[in-house]
């Protein structure tokens, strides 16, 4: 009976201290959050793409507009169709986003702060409008 509870304890010994070794190891000091707004109806996603357009003008921006701060940091905007709104806006280091606009009348922007971020987003349809935001540590 001794030597089976040595047995168990050694076991248990060994598992513990191979457990531990993941626990010792430096944290990931990086990260980035991401929030994403979809409206969920016609007057709330009206609303969203007014906000884009009066910001987009207020900008000086026309259509699609990318504009960045930092260094490497990489975007793309591709429409197809009429009258789509695309904003990307990167201020900080290592971001990436790329926005793809399929139809007529979208608005959608894309803004990323801090570093480190991604954001890819595909738009299809007509009158869609949306935003995502991000933050990266």
Known sequence: MTRNMF???TAALV???IGQ???SA???AGGWVSVTYAPANARDGSALATGLRFYSLYRGLHGASIRQSG???AAGIAQNGRGNVGIVQQRGNGHSA???QNGN???YGIFQFGGNTSANVVQNGNGGSGATLSYGW
Do not use: I, R, V, Y
């Open 21 to 23: 070794a993941p626990l």
């Open 71 to 73: 260094h490497g940091n």
């Open 15 to 17: 598992a513990g201290s």
């Open 7 to 9: 047995k168990t304890l």
């Open 105 to 107: 009348d979208n608005a």
């Open 98 to 100: 790329t926005l793809q």
């Open 26 to 28: 430096p944290a990931f």
